[in-house]
């Protein structure tokens, strides 16, 4: 079952949504079974209300194991598209079958492989799934802004740093989260490079919605790669 977005976006305002996320190559990819429940369930204990995941595998397990809303998303690569974040329809349908609470898509200006560009995707998921909530996963203002005009219900800032030609900054994009946040009638949601609690705590204070954090929390190869980063400096 589906929370209301409503009453998600209420449960979640002014907090930290959980990055619980594990892909193949990275050493908590279990093929037997997922071990992202565990995280979720950890990060639920420490006051998380809602969680955002890739796989139907783990939006399953996770709903299921702690109760939590999900933000969904599927990592698939395909040729000819630059993204890889949900970026067809049979991941838009395969996270509609799996309940996902919200369906966090790439809506950079990248190309898709499929000759379309974002807008007619996204009119495209509307035509076919009017009801579903809809989290645009973006690198610049321009796109935000464009996202929130096609019909998404949130703007996250996932992608800033991650397009050739976001800023490549050393931290979170605090600028693009204040602008987006003074501009749109939608929630923002601050996700990316937010390493430390301290950096969490200005982008609520900027005025986004929430702030998704992930490698900080949840991907102790990352989080152990910057403690030997720090001491061999």
Known sequence: MRMKLEELLANTKGSII??????????LYCEEMSLMPFMAKAAKEAGS??????????????????????????KRVYEGYDSYITPTMKEIDE?????????????????????TD???FIQQIREKYPD?????DISTF??????????????????????????????????LVERLVKELPI??????KVHYPDQAKKMLELGAHAVVVGGAITRPLEIAQRFYKAIQE
């Open 18 to 27: 959980v990055s619980c996320q594990a892909l193949p190559h990275e050493p």
């Open 49 to 74: 209300k809602c969680i955002r995941t890739s796989s139907v595998r783990d939006v399953v397990e996770i709903k299921k194991q702690t109760g939590l809303p999900v933000i969904g998303l599927i």
């Open 95 to 115: 996270l509609v079958e799996a309940e996902s609470d919200i369906i966090a898509l790439d809506c950079t200006m990248r190309t898709r492989g499929d000759g």
């Open 118 to 120: 974002i807008n007619t």
């Open 132 to 136: 579903i909530a809809l989290m645009a």
């Open 142 to 175: 321009e796109e935000g802004v464009n996202a929130w005009k096609a019909g998404v219900n949130i703007v996250g800032t996932t992608m800033s740093g991650y397009t050739p030609y976001s800023p490549k900054v050393d931290g979170p994009d605090y600028e």
């Open 187 to 192: 929630p923002v949601i601050a996700e990316g």
